[in-house]
């Protein structure tokens, strides 16, 4: 769900006209919706309410910080995956307290700023790295709490890119490790290895791949506990899937149905969940919004050449990704119902959407069946909101997109356009 929704057949972001925000802060622009934003906190935690989960909205998902300090607002912690992200959560107010920290390459600065802030918890990823954290710790003469992250060999059936979970990735240990890591590492007095993390991939359409992930780290956790070690907390890290398609992904209530019963004897005895969603707190919360530059022909093809590509939205060429694309204001035939690969409307023609920049991998949509369009016309990129402006990039020496927060009737921009100065500045 989100509120991106036509109203007399002009797309709005809450109560505000998509073409409104375009004019008045051009484009590319990423529109994000508070309300939307605030609604998946609030139905992630009303859905796992029964085992009080702390939610640390993952900040790479989308890190601008109006959007971090709305979910802060909310209650949620962050999820962080480098000393960049940990000063973006603080700046946005989250608590230490609140925050999570995983990555396999963490330095010795960032382990040091972690450290200092006194965050919640570290989540460590091999041998090696758990030993530079007690070092660090106990040359600071403090003590800092740590997850074990395993993979327990699941497949969550996504892009290979995404894939995490499974025995041989680069993340975290097998469970065959893990047990020897905790017997290893598990009495440590300055780095305390108190839980277990994981994170299967991203996205996860389906429930059975956290189900089977849930049981084996239950499992272990058993096995860990019967040996004395403490494991009083378990991070299931992220994945849910989001609506790139109306209706697509399962809602937080259906993930909830099938992971919190599993969870509920031991959260009774004591253990804490953390859940670490991003895309599906932020993707339909944003939209990138595009004017179309030019149409072309070539051969039997029609290009829609728009000024956002794979700088301002890299997931269509890099993970030949969805996303719905449509007009924002459309003939009155044309007003579509739901968003959907093929959406069945008298009229629409096909077209590739592509961006201005020199690449032929560059574009948003191939044959993708649209209302025609011309110069001039703005286009919404849906779903856009997770893993698009944090992904973006200066190639070409494109300035970065705007960001705007829309609330109710209201709109600001929480990121200025990039100038062509900015490309600049630090190279003089
Ligand atoms: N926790 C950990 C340890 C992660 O690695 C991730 C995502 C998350 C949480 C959040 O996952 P989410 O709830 O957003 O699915 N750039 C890719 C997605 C990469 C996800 C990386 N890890 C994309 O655009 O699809």
């Not at 002009?10 to 109560?15: I, V």
């Not at 508070?34 to 993952?58: D, G, K, M, Q, W």
């Not at 962050?78 to 999570?100: C, N, W, Y």
């Not at 301002?312 to 739901?338: E, G, K, Q």
């Amino acid at each position: 769900m989100d509120f991106f929704n036509y109203k007399d057949g002009s797309l709005h972001c809450e109560a505000v006209p998509a073409h409104v925000i375009a004019s008045a802060v051009g484009t590319p622009c990423y529109v994000y919706s508070r309300a939307t934003l605030v609604e998946h906190h609030r139905r992630s935690a009303e859905a796992f309410a029964a085992v009080n989960p702390l939610i640390c909205y993952s900040v790479k998902s989308c890190g601008n910080l109006s959007v971090c300090r709305t979910l802060v607002e909310c209650g949620a912690g962050m999820d962080v995956v480098s000393g960049g992200e940990l000063f973006r959560a603080r700046a946005a107010g989250a608590a230490p307290s609140t925050i999570v920290y995983a990555g396999v390459g963490k330095r010795d600065d960032e382990i040091g700023a972690a450290l200092d802030a006194g965050i919640y918890l570290l989540n460590v990823e091999s041998e090696e790295e758990f030993e530079n954290i007690a070092r660090i710790a106990r040359a600071r003469n403090v003590t800092c709490e740590c997850a074990l992250r395993i993979n327990p060999d699941v497949d969550p059936h996504t892009h290979r890119f995404t894939t995490t979970g499974t025995k041989e990735t680069k993340f975290g240990v097998d469970i065959e490790r893990a047990r020897a890591f905790f017997r290893s590492y598990g009495r440590d007095l300055h780095a305390r290895l108190v839980g277990l993390h994981l994170h299967i991939g991203s996205p996860v359409y389906e429930t059975a791949p956290y189900v089977e992930a849930v049981r084996k780290a239950l499992a272990l956790r058993d096995e860990l506990m019967a040996e004395g070690f403490t494991v009083s907390v378990l991070d299931l890290g992220g994945g849910f899937a989001a609506d790139y398609e109306t209706g697509r992904s399962p809602a937080a209530a259906d993930y909830a149905r099938a992971i919190v019963p599993l969870l509920v004897p031991a959260v009774s005895a004591g253990l804490r969940i953390i859940l670490e969603p991003g895309r599906s707190i932020a993707a339909n919360a944003g939209i990138l919004l595009t004017r179309v530059q030019y149409v072309k022909r070539s051969g039997d093809k029609t290009f829609a050449i728009c000024d956002a590509g794979m700088n301002a939205l890299l997931r269509p060429s890099h993970y030949d990704a969805f996303h719905f694309i449509w007009p924002t204001d459309p003939a009155p035939n044309f007003v579509p119902t739901r968003r959907t690969e093929n959406p069945e409307i008298p009229g629409l023609v096909s077209m590739d959407v592509v961006g201005p920049l020199c690449e032929t991998g560059d574009y948003l949509a191939l044959d993708r069946s649209m209302p025609p369009v011309v110069r001039g016309d703005l286009l919404a990129i849906y779903t856009a909101g997770a893993y698009g402006m944090s992904m973006a990039s200066r190639y070409n020496s494109s300035p970065l997109p705007a960001e705007v927060l829309v609330d109710g009737d209201k709109f600001s921009t929480v990121r200025r356009r990039e100038t062509y100065e900015d490309l600049v500045a630090h190279e003089r």
